[in-house]
C-alpha cells in the first residue's frame, strides 16, 4: 500500500477521532462497528463486480439472510411451538424439497417432448398440494402459540459467534439457487432478477412468523460479549473504572463497543485477507480475464457460467456473514428495517468511491460512506442552524431551510458519487 492510500486511511480515522473528541467515544465506537460490518458489505460485492462484473442489486436479501441465520441458531428454541406444529412443519418443507428435486429429475431423464412437460407439471402440483396439506395447518399451529412473544419455533441456542459462519452458508445456499437460474441472464435482466428476488426474501420474512415472528420482531438474541448491566455489577471492573476515574456506566458502554469492534476487525482482516491471495492467484487472474472479455476467456476454455456462478456464491456468502454480525451488534431481528436504500445502493456507492475491483478501495469506501451517511445530517442541521441565525423567526427562507436540512445525507451522497465519478472515475484507490 502506497502513501497515498496511507494517507487516505489516515485521513478516515481522523475522522473517527474527532468524532470520539468532538462529540462522544460511544458514539465514534458505535459509527465504526457498523463501519465494520459495511466494509464487510462492500468486499463481498467487490468480490462479485470488481472480480468478475456481476452487477448483483438484491445484496439485501443476502444481508437478511445472515441476519435470519442468528435467530435460527442462536435464538432461544420455543418448545410450545415445536410441540404445536414443529414437527410436521419439518415434513413439511422435506416435501416440497423434494418435489423440486423430483422435477428437475424428471426433466432430466425423460425425453424432450409433450410428455415430459406434462410429468413435470402433474409432478409439481401433487407435490404443491401435498406440501400445503402439510405445511398449512403445522404453521397456523406454530403461530397461534402465544403470538404476543413467541408465535415461532426459535432457534437452536448456540452461541452467537457460530451464526456468523451459518449466515455465510445460508446467503450462499441461497446464491447458489438463484445463480443456477439467472446468471445465464444479461447483466440488466440479471439486476432486475436478483433486486426481486431480495424483495421476495424479505416479504417471506415479514409474512412467516413461524419462521421469525415476521413484523413482531426476535428480541434479547444472544450477544458474543458482556452485557454493560453485567460489567457495572462486577466488583474488578468498577475498582478499575474507579482508579481511573471514569463513570461506570459510560465505561461500560465503551468497553462493550471495543469489544464488538475487536470481533468485527478480527472478521474483516480474515477476509481481506483471504480477498488478496485469492485476487492475486491464478484463479483471481482468470476471473479477472473473464471480466474483461468472457468470448475470449470461453475460446481458452474457460467454463464462464461455472465461475460466475462461483464467485457469485463466494461474494454472497461474505455479505450474509456481515449481515449475521449486524444482527448480533443490533440484538434483535428486524425485517421491516431492511430496504434498497441502506443495504444495496449505500453499499455499491461504498465500492464505487472506494476503488472497484480493489479490496482496500472497497474498505476505504466502507469507512468513508458510512461516516458521511450517519454524520452528515446532524452537520447539515448545524450548517444550515448557523446559516440561518441571523435570519427573523417566521421568514420563509429560514423555515425552508431548516425543512430541508434532513435532506443533506441524500443531497451529499449524490454529490459524492458525482464528484467521484467524474474526477476519479476508477475509485479512491483504483484497481492496479
Known amino acids: 500500500?502506497?502513501?497515498?492510500?496511507?494517507?487516505?486511511?489516515?485521513?478516515?480515522?481522523?475522522?473517527?477521532?474527532?468524532?470520539?473528541?468532538?462529540?462522544?467515544?460511544?458514539?465514534?465506537l458505535q459509527v465504526l462497528n457498523m463501519a465494520l460490518i459495511s466494509a464487510v458489505m462492500a468486499l463481498g460485492v467487490n468480490i462479485q463486480w470488481g472480480y468478475a462484473g456481476?452487477?448483483?442489486?438484491?445484496?439485501?436479501?443476502?444481508?437478511?439472510?445472515?441476519?435470519?441465520?442468528?435467530v435460527l441458531t442462536s435464538a432461544a428454541?420455543?418448545?410450545?411451538?415445536?410441540?404445536?406444529?414443529?414437527?410436521r412443519l419439518v415434513v413439511a418443507l422435506v416435501m416440497g424439497a423434494a418435489s423440486i428435486a423430483g422435477a428437475v429429475v424428471l426433466y432430466r431423464r425423460m425425453p424432450r417432448g409433450r410428455l415430459r412437460g406434462m410429468a413435470v407439471a402433474v409432478w409439481l402440483v401433487a407435490g404443491f398440494l401435498l406440501y400445503r396439506y402439510l405445511f398449512d395447518p403445522a404453521a397456523m399451529a406454530v403461530e397461534a402459540n402465544n403470538p404476543a412473544t413467541a408465535g415461532n419455533l426459535g432457534g437452536l441456542g448456540l452461541p452467537a459467534l457460530i451464526a456468523w459462519p451459518v449466515g455465510g452458508l445460508l446467503a450462499a445456499a441461497a446464491a447458489w439457487a438463484i445463480g443456477k437460474t439467472a446468471l445465464g441472464l444479461r447483466s440488466d435482466y440479471l439486476a432486475i432478477a436478483t433486486l426481486?428476488?431480495?424483495?421476495?426474501?424479505?416479504?417471506?420474512?415479514?409474512?412467516?412468523?413461524?419462521?421469525a415472528r415476521g413484523v413482531k420482531n426476535v428480541i434479547s438474541l444472544p450477544r458474543p460479549v458482556p452485557y454493560e448491566v453485567d460489567l457495572q455489577k462486577d466488583p474488578g471492573f468498577l475498582a478499575l473504572v474507579a482508579d481511573w476515574g471514569f463513570d461506570p456506566m459510560t465505561a461500560s458502554s465503551i468497553v462493550v463497543k471495543l469489544a464488538y469492534a475487536g470481533l468485527f476487525g478480527l472478521v474483516l482482516l480474515a477476509i481481506i485477507w483471504l480477498s488478496e491471495k485469492a485476487l492475486r492467484s491464478p484463479w483471481g487472474r482468470m476471473m479477472r480475464a473473464i471480466r474483461d472479455n468472457e468470448v475470449a476467456a470461453e475460446a481458452m476454455g474457460k467454463d464462464v457460467t461455472r465461475r460466475h456462478l462461483q464467485v457469485f456464491?463466494?461474494?454472497?456468502?461474505?455479505?450474509?456473514?456481515?449481515?449475521?454480525?449486524?444482527?448480533?451488534?443490533?440484538?434483535?431481528?428486524?425485517?421491516?428495517?431492511?430496504?434498497p436504500l441502506r443495504f444495496t445502493f449505500l453499499i455499491w456507492v461504498m465500492v464505487i468511491v472506494g476503488g472497484s475491483g480493489n479490496n482496500w478501495g472497497a474498505?476505504?469506501?466502507?469507512?468513508?460512506?458510512?461516516?458521511l451517511w450517519v454524520m452528515v445530517e446532524p452537520i447539515g442541521l448545524w450548517v444550515i442552524g448557523a446559516?440561518?441565525?441571523?435570519?427573523?423567526?417566521?421568514?420563509?427562507?429560514k423555515t425552508h431551510l431548516q425543512d430541508s436540512a434532513a435532506?443533506?445525507?441524500?443531497?451529499?451522497?449524490?454529490?459524492?458519487?458525482?464528484?467521484?465519478?467524474?474526477?476519479?472515475?476508477?475509485?479512491?484507490?483504483?484497481?492496479?
Open 54 to 70: 456481476l452487477f448483483n442489486v438484491g445484496i439485501m436479501g443476502f444481508v437478511a439472510l445472515g441476519g435470519l441465520a442468528v
Open 196 to 211: 426481486g428476488i431480495a424483495e421476495i426474501i424479505i416479504a417471506v420474512m415479514k409474512n412467516e412468523d413461524w419462521l
Open 313 to 339: 456464491i463466494l461474494g454472497s456468502a461474505v455479505v450474509g456473514i456481515a449481515g449475521a454480525m449486524m444482527t448480533t451488534l443490533d440484538g434483535q431481528l428486524t425485517p421491516g428495517t431492511y430496504n
Open 363 to 371: 474498505v476505504l469506501g466502507g469507512f468513508l460512506i458510512w461516516w
Open 387 to 397: 446559516i440561518t441565525y441571523g435570519m427573523p423567526d417566521g421568514s420563509w427562507l
Open 407 to 432: 435532506h443533506m445525507r441524500l443531497l451529499t451522497m449524490g454529490v459524492i458519487l458525482l464528484l467521484v465519478l467524474r474526477f476519479s472515475p476508477r475509485g479512491l484507490i483504483p484497481e492496479k
Open 77 to 87: 428454541p420455543v418448545p410450545e411451538g415445536w410441540a404445536a406444529g414443529g414437527p
Open 1 to 28: 500500500m502506497n502513501t497515498r492510500n496511507l494517507m487516505l486511511f489516515g485521513l478516515v480515522g481522523l475522522l473517527f477521532l474527532l468524532t470520539g473528541f468532538l462529540q462522544s467515544w460511544n458514539l465514534a
